[in-house]
Every structure is written in structure tokens, then in C-alpha cells.
């Protein structure tokens, strides 16, 4: 479980990216975050994970005050917190194996991961994550080498190794092809349904939003507007979360 | 479109700017001693074109000479009872004839040369009746081995026989010889790109670990309460004190066993399979709880006291070592040289790297202490702490610089250098703790960018040629001076351009490895490292190649390489010579420009 209550993020500068948002999201859920560009899912996202700093406001998991917690019990919360990002944020001079691997960091041996020296079992479970989403034959190729899908399939992996409980994702298909699009949501359809992941996405697309989330939120300028199933999602609603110009497609 | 009619204002702002350039320029003129009458003198001109010709002629190859004499007897004066006739010649080598063969001190006569090897020269000498050698002239054969001079006989006490006229042939002999010159030329060139060598390496080495601490978008997530700035700031003098003292006690009580060279080795393994056994104890378990947190700190503490141990012993190896290999290796003496200067350098860093180890463990830990504090008290609790070590961090703090101003300026006043900043810095610390809210996160990263960059910047003002003055003071003399100061020049430059390096990197990946629990050093390893490798390499490369120009001028300061043999023979006047080290550097630089831009492109 899941609860965000009352959650602001002021940015320096002024910028008011977050405006008192609570939901919360049950263990298992698909959720899907919905909004126009700069309507605050990234920082919304980001807060979660305190890799942006919230301004106010609580995130709590399992009981546990998220926001509260020091830097090192942080580095205990963000490990069973998975993300994957809209440009998929692999080093890309590094192998593919090693971007994987790199998913680990948070429960290995610190002094023996500098050195690149993971445990055999970490090597076993990578090549099993790289299977999963068919990529296990370009471990050694450099990342930057693999297509955009092949990409956020290593991202997909590397997030998988952190045996996650929550996997975060900010716009997975955005630099996709409708057709990578889908494969890529399947994915996190298959991690969520077998083995109940809590997954929060953020999407532009309606029809992905239909296809694949139990249930929806909306932004606008950092304001929850909508908590709901997709279906309830009207040109009316429509309407209120993406302005009255707004005109759908797909 | 119409024209726009010339205002007179406008042309009076040209007319001024022409003649505030003309001005400029008049002023320019005048303070750089421009002449150009002094380019049209004679006696300049002469000079110019000696050195030039002696600059395109450099002293590289040289032929040994063997010498043959022909000579003709001469008197002088001209006996009174007899006639003087033409002497008989062998003409089938080289001869010589002259307009006439006796004459008074001070005539002339004509000297003729046939059959002499074409296009050579060589002295015309008059040979006393006692053998002294009385230059006439110089000759120089004509291409059909002819030559024809006047010469003024010399002023001497008459003599009845007959005394000579000397040529003398010079032959270039055998295969040609490289120069001494050349020689002595090719050493400091070598000893020349090696200087830049090692101080690329020294300065890249330091360089690096300080680039993070000069990176903006690094530092700038580091931020920490008070509570724990304050005790860092406290812990780090105390580390530091305590890593020298332990340095010393071990090295006192490490005496006995370092003048053995079995004991030694056997310490050496011991204590690196125990450092061993000691790390997997202490970074084996992951447990959170304050028993094993104990139990790692303690680990840990015996584990580096250990490795100082180790490298203690190590360095005394590697010195007795290095000093018995210098002999039997003969050629490869240099090798033992090495383990020997390895050696000694161990013996200037290891008590550095401990006390700074010593700092940053009891700094760090301290400051996490503070953190936790902030973390977990309640906000009155933190006031009242933050108060109280703030204000002994602020002391502490101008303390210290209180003693270093007091080293540099000798005030030797303990009210000036001590009390007084002492109670102004806690004073400060009071004002800090007092008007920031209790938890409330200050810019510690930031802070430390700054004051790195503003070292960082100082130090690359000062040239390398201006360091090289003061290291020379202090090791002497040479090449390894020399390397000192470019070695800071090039850490200080290095530091910079990496960090810039650092600073332009994509924050993605950086983003997404700190999202799965990733450490601070881990981050860096994994998402920083990976990225800058090729630039780092590129860099270091070009700084090679900056340093083997900079090194051929730091000689010129003591600073060891070429520069101090070119220096030398420019105030010889040696310019055949100069010749030849100016043109050993241009080879150099212009090969090494080559070889890094290759190295660059196949890196990058």
C-alpha cells in the first residue's frame, strides 16, 4: 500500500511542478498517471523515490514515512523501488550486462562493486532478466549499440533487478513506435500480473491508458483532477484534465 | 530606402576614434621600443647574419681530420751573399709557389697553390726558424684545386736560414661522426620528454579524485544540517592528527623489523592475508543492526592500521631492494633506482595518505553522527546541539588558519594567532547555529566546489616556470624539480578541464543508477566514470604534449631538461650548438603533437 497525502513540490526558482496531491495506490495496482507536458507526473514520479525532494506533504509505504527517512535507509527504500525513464538513462559507453547488473548496486558487497565484481548468483539472475524480455544475446554489445526498443528492455531488466516492489515509470513508450509501445507495456503488464509488482505509469496515450491500467490519475498544473477507473474517462473529463481545446486521438 | 545624410556629430565620433587609435598606437610604439633605424645598421647586420648561419648549421656530424703540411722554404730577410732560387717541387701532389722566396718583414708576397683538393681550405702559416706557427692567411681552393692569395710577412728578428711558408690540408677521414654536442643533446631531450612524462602521470593521478570535488553538478546534491557540519569540521583536524601520530607509532615500532629484509617479507604476507581475512569479516555481512555496525567500524579500523603496517614494511622492501639491484643489473640499474625512489617516495606519502584517511574516517563518521542527530531528535535538541558544536567548528576552523597565517608571517603572538580567531570563529558559529532553522540542509557540496575551485584557479595562475624557481630551492637543482612544477601546474590545469568534463555529462544515467539504492561512489563509478573515461584520456594526452613543450623551456630556471643546455650555449654564443637543441625540440614537439593526435582520434 501506498499512500501519497498532500504532496507539493516547489522547485527553486518558483516553479509549482506539485499542488497538494493524495491518492494512494493499492499492492498490485497498475496505475497510470496522466496529464499534459510539464503537468507534474515526472516530479510526481520522482518524489515517490526522493529523487526529487519533496517540499511538503508525506509519502507512505507499508506504514513507513518515506520523506522521514535518512540518506541511508533512503538507499534501502529506493532499492525495492524500481524505475525505468522515457530515455531510457542506460550509460551507453557500458555493456549491456553491466547496465544490468548495475540494477544490484543497492544489495551488493559496496567495496567489491567498485571493483565491477558482482556474485555469481547476480550474473544468473541477469541473464534470466535479459531472457525475459529477449535480450540475453546482446549482453556484451555496448548499450548505445541496441535499438530504442532494445533499450528500454535493458532499462525494463535492470529495474527487475532490484526485485522491486513498485516499479516507476515515467513515460516508458514516449520515444517508442506504437508497435515497441505495446511490446514494452506488455512487459510491464506480464511483471505486474505474475508477480504483483505495484506499477505507476505515466502515459500520453488513452488507448494504452484503456489497454493496460486498472485504474488512472490525472494532473493539471500539479493538481490531482481525476482518481478513477479509465473507462471513466468522458470527453467531459477529457475536457477538465487537458483543457478545453484538447481534441482526442488514437 | 533613403540614404542617411551624414550628421555632423557622427563624423566628429569617427574623427575622435581615428584619433584615439592613432593615439593608441603612437603610445604603443614609443614603450616597445620600436627603431627600425637599428635594423639597417651595419654592425648588426653582420651579427645577424653570423648567428643565422650558425643557426642553420647545426652541430650534429663531424669528420675526423688528418692534416698534411706542404711547404716551401722562405728567407726573411733575403740573405745579402747569396741569390735565392725557386725550389724544386714535387707537382705531382699538391704544391706551392710564390711571387718570391726571401723578402723583408712586413712586404708582400703572392703564394700560388696547384693540384689541391678542389673546393677545400685549410691555414697559411710562416714557420720561424723555431718552429712557431705565424698565421699568414686562410686559402681556398678553387673548383680546379687552384689558389692564389696575397700575404704581409710578419715583423721578426732577422735569421741567416732559411725558415717556411706552411699550408696545411685538411682530409676528412673515415665515416662521419655524431658531434658531442649531438650526444649531450639527445640525452637532455630524452631526460626531457621523460620529465613530462612523469609529471603528466603525477599530476593526472591527483587530478582526477580532485575533478569530482570541482564538478558543479556533483557537488551540488551534497548538502548536510549543521549538526553535521559542524562535527565534521571538528573531526577532520582530530583524523588528521591522529592518522600522523599513528603513522609515526608504527613506524617506530615497526623499526626493528624493517631493517630486516626476511622479517620484513614475512610481516609484508602475514599482514596482507590478515587485512584480507579482516575486510571479508567487515564488509561480508550487509546488517544494519548497531552490534554489527560496531563490530565493522572496529574491523575496519584494524584492517587500515594493518595496511599501514603493510605499506611500511613494503616501502622498506622496495628501498633495500631497489639498492642492492642498482649493481648487479647493470644497464638496468635504472630499475632499481626505481623500487629505491618508489621506496622513498612511500616514505613522503604514506604518513600524507594516513592522516588524511584518518581525516576523512573521523570526519565522515562524525559528520554522520551530526546527520543521524538531525535526522532523529527533536528540532530543540538539534538547536541546542548545532549551538554548541557550530560554535567549536568555527573555532577550530579559524584556529587553524590563525596558525597558518601565524607559520607564514612569525607573529608568535598566541592573543593575535589564537584567542582572538578562536573566539571570532565560534562566535560565527554561534551566529550560524542561531539564525538557520535546526534540520535545515546547508549547500556543504557547493561550498566545497567553490573553495576547490578557487585553489584550483590560483594555483593555475602561477606558471610552471615560476613554480619550478620554488621547488628548485627546495630539491635542488634538475630534472626533478622541474617535474615537481609541472606536475602541480598540470594537477591544477588538469583538474580543471576534467571537472568541466564532469560537469557535461548526461545526468540520465546518473538519475536512473541512484534510483535503484545506489551508494554515492557507486553512482560515480557506474554512471560517471563510464562516460568521461575517453575525454579524461584525450586530455591527458594533450597535457603530455603541453608539458614536453613547457619542459624544454623550464631548464632555463634550473628546472633540469634541455632548456638549461640551450640557455647555456646561447650565453656561450654557441649557436651551432643552440642550433642543435632548438631543432632536437621542434622535432620532438612536432612528433609528439602527432603521436597524441592519433592517440586522440583512435580513443575518442
Not at chain 1, 3 to 16: A, F, H, P, R, S
Not at chain 2, 102 to 129: M, Q, W
Not at chain 2, 204 to 218: K, V
Request: net charge neutral; glycine share 8%; hydrophobic share 50%.
Amino acid at each position: 500500500m501506498l499512500e501519497i497525502k498532500n504532496l507539493t513540490k516547489v522547485y527553486e526558482g518558483g516553479t509549482q511542478a506539485l499542488r497538494d496531491v493524495s491518492f494512494s495506490v493499492k499492492q498490485g495496482e497498475f496505475l497510470a498517471v496522466i496529464g499534459l507536458s510539464g503537468s507534474g507526473k515526472s516530479t510526481l514520479l520522482r518524489c515517490i523515490n526522493r529523487l526529487v525532494e519533496p517540499t511538503s506533504g508525506q509519502v507512505i509505504w507499508n506504514g513507513e514515512d518515506v520523506t522521514a527517512a535518512s540518506q541511508d535507509e533512503m538507499l534501502q527504500i529506493r532499492r525495492k523501488i524500481g524505475m525505468i525513464f522515457q530515455h531510457f538513462n542506460l550509460v551507453s559507453r557500458s555493456k549491456v550486462i553491466t547496465n544490468v547488473l548495475a540494477g544490484r548496486l543497492g544489495y551488493v558487497n559496496p567495496a567489491m562493486s567498485l571493483l565491477n565484481r558482482f556474485p555469481k548468483s547476480d550474473y544468473e539472475m541477469a541473464i534470466k532478466e535479459m531472457d525475459r524480455v529477449g535480450i540475453a544475446d546482446q549482453a556484451f554489445k555496448r548499450a548505445d549499440e541496441l535499438s530504442g526498443g532494445q533499450q528500454q528492455r535493458v532499462g525494463i531488466a535492470r529495474a527487475m533487478m532490484q526485485e522491486p516492489e513498485i516499479i516507476l515509470a515515467d513515460e516508458p513508450v514516449a520515444s517508442l513506435d506504437p508497435v515497441l509501445a505495446h511490446s514494452i507495456m506488455q512487459y510491464l503488464e506480464t511483471i505486474n500480473r505474475e508477480e504483483g509488482v505495484m506499477v505507476l505509469c505515466s502515459l500520453h496515450f488513452l488507448d494504452l491508458v484503456h489497454r493496460y491500467a486498472d485504474r488512472a490519475i490525472a494532473l493539471n498544473e500539479g493538481r490531482l483532477m481525476f482518481d478513477g477507473k479509465p473507462e471513466e474517462i468522458d470527453d467531459e473529463r477529457f475536457k477538465e484534465i487537458y483543457g478545453k481545446e484538447a481534441e482526442r486521438v488514437g | 530606402m533613403k540614404k542617411k545624410k551624414p550628421s555632423l556629430l557622427r563624423s566628429l565620433v569617427t574623427a575622435l576614434a581615428v584619433v584615439v587609435g592613432i593615439l593608441a598606437f603612437s603610445y604603443g610604439v614609443q614603450v616597445t621600443n620600436v627603431n627600425f633605424e637599428t635594423t639597417r645598421s651595419e654592425d648588426r647586420l653582420t651579427q645577424l647574419r653570423r648567428v643565422v648561419r650558425a643557426l642553420v648549421k647545426p652541430d650534429i656530424i663531424e669528420y675526423e681530420l688528418a692534416e698534411t703540411t706542404i711547404e716551401i722554404p722562405f728567407y726573411l730577410p733575403c740573405p745579402e751573399d747569396q741569390e735565392v732560387a725557386a725550389p724544386e717541387v714535387d707537382t705531382s701532389g699538391p704544391y706551392l709557389v710564390a711571387s718570391a722566396y726571401c723578402a723583408s718583414p712586413k712586404e708582400t708576397v703572392i703564394i700560388e697553390g696547384y693540384n689541391f683538393i678542389p673546393r677545400t681550405g685549410g691555414p697559411l702559416d710562416f714557420i720561424t726558424a723555431s718552429g712557431v706557427r705565424k698565421p699568414l692567411d686562410d686559402y681556398r681552393a678553387n673548383d680546379t684545386g687552384y689558389f692564389s692569395t696575397e700575404v704581409t710577412l710578419p715583423q721578426r728578428q732577422p735569421v741567416a736560414e732559411a725558415q717556411a711558408i706552411r699550408a696545411t690540408v685538411r682530409i676528412r677521414v673515415g665515416p662521419p661522426l655524431i658531434t658531442e654536442t649531438a650526444k649531450v643533446t639527445w640525452d637532455k631531450i630524452v631526460e626531457t620528454v621523460f620529465m613530462a612524462l612523469l609529471a603528466t602521470a603525477i599530476g593526472t593521478a591527483i587530478a582526477i579524485p580532485i575533478s569530482f570535488l570541482a564538478a558543479r553538478n556533483l557537488m551540488v546534491e551534497n548538502k548536510s544540517p549543521l549538526s553535521s557540519l559542524s562535527l565534521s569540521i571538528i573531526g577532520w583536524p582530530i583524523g588528521i592528527y591522529l592518522g600522523l601520530q599513528a603513522a609515526s607509532l608504527a613506524r617506530s615500532l615497526l623499526a626493528p623489523m624493517m631493517r630486516n629484509m626476511t622479517y620484513s617479507l614475512i610481516g609484508l604476507l602475514l599482514g596482507a592475508v590478515l587485512v584480507f581475512i579482516l575486510l571479508r569479516v567487515s564488509f561480508g555481512s550487509t546488517k544494519q543492526t548497531i552490534q554489527a555496525k560496531i563490530i565493522r567500524i572496529f574491523t575496519l579500523v584494524a584492517a587500515v592500521l594493518l595496511v599501514l603496517s603493510v605499506l611500511l614494511l613494503l616501502e622498506s622492501i622496495l628501498k633495500s631492494l631497489g639498492r642492492s639491484l642498482i649493481e648487479p643489473l647493470g644497464a638496468f640499474g635504472f630499475i632499481g633506482n626505481f623500487l629505491l625512489q618508489i621506496g622513498e617516495a612511500a616514505f613522503l606519502v604514506i604518513p600524507a595518505i594516513t592522516a588524511l584517511g584518518a581525516g576523512a574516517f573521523v570526519g565522515g563518521n562524525l559528520g554522520k553522527i551530526g546527520q543521524t542527530i538531525s535526522d532523529k531528535s527533536p528540532a530543540p535538541v538539534v538547536k541546542i546541539v548545532n549551538l554548541i558544536f557550530s560554535a567549536l567548528a568555527g573555532a577550530t576552523l579559524l584556529a587553524l588558519i590563525g596558525a597558518a597565517i601565524d607559520w607564514f608571517y612569525q607573529i608568535g603572538d598566541l592573543t593575535k594567532t589564537l584567542y582572538w580567531p578562536a573566539g571570532i570563529g565560534a562566535a560565527i558559529g554561534l551566529a550560524l547555529a542561531i539564525f538557520t532553522k535546526p534540520k535545515q540542509a546547508l549547500p556543504t557540496g557547493l561550498a566545497v566546489y567553490f573553495i576547490t575551485r578557487t585553489i584550483l584557479n590560483g594555483t593555475r595562475s602561477v606558471e610552471s616556470l615560476v613554480m619550478a624557481i620554488v621547488f628548485v630551492i627546495w630539491v635542488g637543482i634538475g630534472p626533478f624539480a622541474g617535474s615537481l612544477a609541472l606536475a602541480l601546474h598540470t594537477l591544477a590545469a588538469l583538474a580543471k578541464l576534467y571537472s568541466e568534463q564532469v560537469e557535461s555529462i548526461l545526468p540520465g544515467p546518473l538519475e536512473a543508477v541512484t534510483a535503484t539504492g545506489a551508494n554515492r561512489l557507486q553512482t560515480i563509478v557506474y554512471a560517471v566514470v563510464p562516460q568521461i573515461v575517453s575525454p579524461y584520456i584525450s586530455f591527458t594526452m594533450y597535457r603530455w604534449d603541453i608539458n614536453v613543450r613547457m619542459s624544454t623551456i623550464i631548464g632555463f630556471v634550473g628546472g633540469g631538461g634541455i632548456g638549461f643546455l640551450l640557455q647555456q650555449n646561447i650565453n656561450l654564443l654557441d649557436y651551432r650548438a643552440a642550433s642543435v637543441q632548438m631543432l632536437a625540440i621542434a622535432v620532438v614537439v612536432a612528433l609528439m603533437d602527432y603521436i597524441s593526435s592519433v592517440v586522440r582520434e583512435r580513443m575518442v
